[in-house]
């Protein structure tokens, strides 16, 4: 559903910014960028583990879709269809 999407992308962002505030800033202080890269990728891997899986707080909202037309219908309206001409030119 729309609402799922929304929440996971924003929960999804929110992990990413916070964890390359926290490396860039544990990272500053110890004069280690490595520290920053790991850290970064730590809140991606846990991003991903929220996000990714089709968890049921991101399914609360189904989406109505249409019923299933019988096939009997489908054959009427191909034959109603008047066959194209095609003219030279």
Request: glycine fraction near 8%; aromatic fraction near 14%; charged fraction near 20%.
């Amino acid at each position: 559903d729309y609402k799922g999407q929304k929440l996971a992308e924003q929960i999804f962002q929110g992990i990413i910014v916070v964890s390359a505030v926290i490396g860039f800033i544990y990272g500053f202080i110890t004069e280690q960028f490595g520290w920053t890269v790991y850290i970064v990728m730590a809140g991606f891997a846990l991003s991903c583990l929220l996000t990714l899986p089709p968890w049921p707080m991101y399914r609360r909202n189904p989406l109505k879709w249409l019923p299933v037309q019988e096939s009997g219908t489908e054959d009427k309206k191909a034959a109603d269809r008047k066959p194209k001409r095609h003219t030279k030119s």
